[in-house]
């Protein structure tokens, strides 16, 4: 045998991974049709868009997305269609951590993954090559294999894949472009490495060889999370530091510097911050815990927990600053918050930091005026609901005031908390802001953005995280 020659590809999964991945794989292959099939009427709608208004912000990818259209990529919700058609089909399907049931706060969810592959069973009446693409636990790839094998038609054969995505929010299209790796993982049969190859010819159509990674099955799902694991490591650990520098008198970036010149180290991912967030890092991390627990390895289990733990430990230390340097009290106090998405140059608010800030700052009776560049003030409201399960919506709105411009942000408030590195946040009026401010004016740096100095000159108090400088 030899690997099939792929024609048509099918995305299950319009969303963050699905979407930008398979437009580029789109751009890249124009003689491969791709269809991103996905039941949100409303998510289809918005990549159809006449005005290319996607339902995601990544920077490059309208522009990717306004070449490929019509021509080989193609977006809709006949999903038995698209399969039906397909050569190779990718599942990129939400998994995220349980609310509930065995496993709940830590395991990944993978009910839209089963859905998705019983799908797939029921519909196609030919061999596919089926890829996971959502971020998995180890093994998940054995639970598809065995759905799919006990629901397929006669003469049906099903080659699984695994392909993690390595992409970073906010440059997710450059990632693709040029990615570090690919890395494909197959049972390491005749039969997966034939499909490990239909797949690898696909990327190499712009992906050097020597960056394509063929492994096992389970080494491939185990690598997405021990990669992300391991970056979110790094970001605890410089935060960490940023306590013990704060503590000390010592400046977290000269210390990060200083270590980042270290070939075994290396400068990414040493930047201190008010925490990570995003879809990724935290769900993936309790991912490994539970792995761990259930294969009997608590040791190995705490070592991931303390990782989360030390970035919930960083949120709340950074309000707890607030609130001390602000007399000790922020009740009736009026606080900008510029900044809602997890990091720059994404939409994405999920497990952001800013949201723990907002809820920490609403439980002392603080004002909150909320100004983000991208995050929809729907999905602000959305994500402080849930972070306050208990107070209705309509209390929540009473405290919080959503609005367009960072200066109408920070006008008559006694202080300024960015939560987000928004570069025009480094580039904001001070001097028009200082001016309209209530006196002392403060400005809390959660990302290291401005320029303390120049902020003190105008005037203002400035705490910046990681630095042990007194107000």
Known sequence: MSPVKVTKICCIGAGYVGGPTCAVIALKCPHITVTIVDLNQARID???????????????????????????????????????????????????????????????DLNYVELATRRIAAVAHSSKIVVEKSTVPCRTAESMRTILEANSRPGCRFDILSNPEFLAEGTAISDLFSPDRVLIGSLQTQEGKDACGSLSDVYANWVPKERILTVGLWSSELSKLAANAMLAQRISSVNALSAICEATGANIDEVAHAVGFDSRIGPK????????????????????????ESLHLPQVAAYWRQVVE??????????????????????????????????????????????????????????????????????????????????????????????????????????????????????IDWHTVYTHMNKPAFVFDGRMLVDADALRQIGFKVKVIGRGERV
Request: net charge neutral; proline share 3%; aromatic share 10%.
């Open 46 to 108: 918005a990549w159809n868009s006449a005005d290319f208004a996607l339902p995601i912000y990544e920077p490059g990818l309208v522009e990717v997305v306004k070449q490929a259209r019509g021509r080989n990529l193609f977006f809709s919700t006949d999903v038995d269609k698209g399969i039906k058609e397909a050569d190779l089909i990718f599942v990129s399907v939400n998994t995220p951590t349980k609310k509930s049931g065995v496993g709940a706060g830590f395991a990944a």
């Open 269 to 292: 991912f040493l930047r201190a911050s008010v925490g990570f967030g995003g879809s990724c890092f935290q769900k993936d991390i309790l991912n490994l815990v539970y792995l761990s």
């Open 310 to 427: 030390m970035n919930e430990y960083q949120k709340s230390r950074f309000s707890k600053t607030v609130v001390d340097t602000l007399f000790n009290t922020i009740t009736g106090k009026q606080i900008a918050v510029l900044g809602f998405a997890f990091k720059a140059d994404t939409g994405d608010t999920r497990e952001s930091p800013a949201i723990s800030l907002v809820r920490d700052f609403l439980s002392e009776r603080a004002y909150v005026t909320i100004y983000d560049p991208q995050v929809e003030e729907t999905q602000i409201w959305l994500d402080l609901a849930e972070a306050c399960p208990t107070v209705p919506l309509e209390l929540i709105k009473k405290q919080v005031t959503i609005v367009k411009s960072a200066i109408e942000a920070c006008k008559n408030k006694e202080a300024i908390v960015i939560a987000t590195e928004w570069k025009e946040f480094r580039e």
